[in-house]
């Protein structure tokens, strides 16, 4: 049975719009387990624009499923994780302007630097995931770099205009899966994954995990964050 893993980074974003202390990300975490989550997704940025250090920290203290932390590869990133220890850091590419992260990380760009983090991580015992496109050449290249799970990019799958782009888009999906279990790799998804076009990865069965945030925060605001995370994992449950 896949399992949902809740990102929480937009209850932050709501609390850093008024510049105040609530809505409280940390506690939200706390709800989402309680509803059933078995794990809780942030990412420190290193503009910290919505989760921040202090979240971190009081994340590691109360998750008692599974924190993954996301991050960029860079030193200041590699340290604090070092220091946290989440169960999981994903890697992820990030740019100062986007409103959020807008396609899978380069691995063939630079691998040795992305093993280098790699084997930084590992020897904190901490797992390892790439965010990737779904695209066979950056699965490939995660798993020689030393990956224990990837996570598919779903954000183009979601943003298509047609049926017909959607479901050429879903297919790569299912290609980048069948590949990725070929190479004995976790596999999650995630990425402008909502409560509509979720629906047919039923067919997926592969995926482990799913990593969702922003769906259900948007829906959280009309029926209650933890409404609103139940929702999500009764629509997963039976994938």
Not at 38 to 47: A, F, M, N, S, V
Not at 110 to 132: C, D
Not at 139 to 156: F, K, N, R
């Amino acid at each position: 049975m896949a399992r949902l893993a809740v990102n929480i980074d937009h209850i932050a974003t709501i609390r850093q719009a008024r510049g105040i202390n609530e809505p409280d990300p940390v506690l939200a975490a706390g709800i989402a387990e309680l509803a059933g989550a078995e794990g809780i997704i942030c990412h420190l940025r290193e503009d910290r624009r919505h989760i921040n250090d202090r979240d971190l920290s009081l994340l590691r203290e109360i998750v008692k499923t599974k924190l993954n932390m996301e991050m960029a590869a860079v030193d200041e990133m590699v340290d604090i994780a070092r220091n946290i220890k989440p169960n999981l850091v994903t890697l992820v590419p990030e740019r100062r302007e986007e409103l959020t992260t807008e396609g899978g990380l380069d691995i063939q760009s630079n691998p040795e630097q992305y093993r280098k983090v790699v084997e930084q991580l590992k020897e904190k015992g901490i797992r390892v995931s790439f965010f990737v496109d779904p695209d066979p050449g950056q699965i490939e290249a995660a798993h020689q770099v030393g990956a224990d799970i990837v996570e598919i990019h779903t954000g183009h799958y979601s943003e298509a205009g047609t049926d017909s782009e959607a479901q050429e888009r879903f297919e790569r999906v299912v290609s980048s899966v069948e590949i990725s279990e070929g190479l004995k790799l976790g596999i999650s998804a995630g990425h402008g994954l909502n409560y509509v076009n979720i629906k047919p990865f039923k067919v997926l069965p592969l995926i482990e995990e799913y990593s969702i945030g922003h769906s259900i925060v948007a829906r959280a605001v009309i029926v209650g964050f933890e409404k609103a995370v139940r929702e999500m994992i009764s629509l997963i449950k039976d994938f």
